[in-house]
C-alpha cells in the first residue's frame, strides 16, 4: 500500500510540476532582474505565474457611479513644492494651468512625439470607473478619463523589438509596465477624474492608471515616456531599488 | 516557517494600516468597521487640502496626507508572497497525500456519530480540566483534537488562501467570482484577517497542548519518528 502510494503521488507531483514548468517558459521572455535576491525571484515567480495562467485581456471590474467615494490623496501631493529635479518647472507650469505642459513620447517608436493636455483631450477617450487598491492596505472607487496608453503607442508607432515602457515623472519616480499592460484596454493616460481634470494632489495634469496593479504603478505626474527593447529599473528613482517590487499585481 | 513567516509579514502589512472595513472600498476618510491599535499609523497625523470631489455628492472627498507613515510593505509583501508560494506548494501536496492515504477520513475528520452533544461535553470538560490523556506518539486523535485539526486544514487555512487571491487586482481581473464571493476587496481583506487570528489561536493552543501532554515524546514523533 505504501509502495504504491508513493509512486502514484510520484507521478503526479511530477506530472504537476512538468505541466508547471510548461506553462511558465511558454511565451515568457525577458524577466525582470533579482540581482540575486530571493525577495525579487518570488516577485517574478509570481509576475511569471500570472503571464502564464491568467489571461492577458481581462479587465478589471467596472463600478457604477454610485459607487464612487472618498480618495485620499498621499505620496506627493505636489511636485511643485518637493524639492525634486522637476519640481521648478512643475511650478512653471502650473502658474500657467499646464498649457504648456508637454508629454514627450520616445525610444523604440518610428514617430517619436510630444503631445499637450489639450492634444489629448482631442483624441478618442475612454471613461471607467474602477477600484484604486493601495499597497498599504486602502482602496478607493473613482471614475477616471483618459486616453488608452495603446493609441498613444500606436500613434507614435512602437517597433517590433519593443518590450518594456518607461515612466519618469515629476516627481522624480521612474517606473515600467511591459507590453501586455501598456496595450491594455483600461491602461489610461487620465486627464479626468470624476467628470473633473485631474487635480495636482492626484497626479493632475496627466496620471497613469495601470488597473490590474496596485496603486503604486499607476503613476503620478507624467513627463515622459520611453519604449525599450531592454528592462530599466529606473535606478534610484524606480520601485526595485527603493525595495519595492516592480511587479504588483499581487 | 512559511506559516510563521506569513504571519509577521502579514502583522507588519496591517500596521501600515490598521483599519478594517467590509465591500469594496475602505480608506482613511471613510468609517471602519474595526481600528486596531497596533501602530503609530492608527491616529491619523492629520489631512489638509480638504474639498468635494463630486458634483452632487459633498460626502465624496479628497485630502491631502501630510504626515509620514509606518510603512515596511515593500520586504513585508514580498516575503508574504514568497512564503504563501512554499505554504501553498506543500499544502497542496500535504493535502493530497492525506486524501489519497485516508490518513484525513480515518485520523483527522471526527466520525459523526461522535459529534454529537454528549461526546464533546465529555471530551470539552475533560479538556477544560487538564485532563488530557497523554500523548500517544501517533495519530490516535480525540475528539476535540480533529475537530480543531479539521476547521484549520479545511476552512481557516484554505479561506486564508482564497481571500488572499481575493484582494489581488491582478487575479481578480481575470476571476472576478472571487471577489464578489466575499463581498469585495475589503471583505476579503477582512476575512482574510480573521483567519489569521483563527490559525493564530489554534497555534498557541496547539503549542500549549503539545508542552503539557508530554513534550519530548511528542518532539520525537512529529521528528525522528515514535521510540519503539
Known sequence: MTRRLFSRRAALVTGLAGAGGYLLTRNLGQLPPTYGHILRMADNATYAAHRALLSDESLVREYTHGDISSFPAIGTTNPADAGRSGSELFSTLQRNAFADWRLSVEGLVARPMTVSVADLKRMPSRTQITRHTCEEGWSAIAEWTGVPLGRILDAAGILPEARWVNFKTYDDWADSIDLIDALHPQTLLAYGMNGRDVTVPHGGPVRLRVERQLGYKSLKFIRTIVVSSTFDDGGKLGSIQNGWSWYAGI | ??????????????????????????????????????????????????????????????????????????????????????????????????????????????????????????????????????????????????????????????????????????????????????????????????AFVVLTLFTLGHVFMVATTGFTRHMRGMTIGEKR
Open chain 2, 1 to 194: 516557517m512559511a506559516c510563521l513567516a506569513l504571519a509577521v509579514t502579514g502583522y507588519v502589512m496591517l500596521m501600515t494600516h490598521p483599519r478594517l472595513y467590509w465591500g469594496e472600498v475602505g480608506n482613511s476618510l471613510t468609517p471602519a468597521l474595526l481600528e486596531l491599535p497596533i501602530s503609530r499609523n492608527h491616529q491619523h497625523g492629520g489631512w489638509q487640502g480638504q474639498e468635494a470631489i463630486l458634483d452632487g455628492d459633498p460626502s465624496v472627498i479628497s485630502a491631502n496626507r501630510t504626515f509620514e507613515i509606518f510603512n515596511q510593505n515593500g520586504w513585508g509583501r514580498s516575503l508574504h508572497f514568497l512564503a504563501a508560494w512554499i505554504a501553498v506548494l506543500t499544502g497542496l501536496g500535504y493535502l493530497l497525500a492525506g486524501v489519497m492515504s485516508g490518513h484525513f477520513r480515518r485520523h483527522v475528520l471526527p466520525p459523526t456519530a461522535h459529534l454529537g452533544p454528549r461526546h464533546v461535553w465529555v471530551d470539552l470538560t475533560r479538556h477544560l480540566r487538564l485532563q488530557v490523556p497523554r500523548a500517544t506518539g501517533g495519530p490516535d486523535y480525540g475528539l476535540l483534537q480533529r475537530v480543531a485539526y479539521s476547521v484549520v486544514l479545511f476552512v481557516a487555512l484554505p479561506l486564508a488562501v482564497v481571500t488572499g487571491l481575493a484582494m489581488s487586482p491582478r487575479v481578480t481581473a481575470a476571476v472576478p467570482a472571487l471577489s464578489s464571493l466575499f463581498g469585495g476587496f475589503q471583505s476579503a481583506r477582512t476575512i482574510h484577517f480573521a
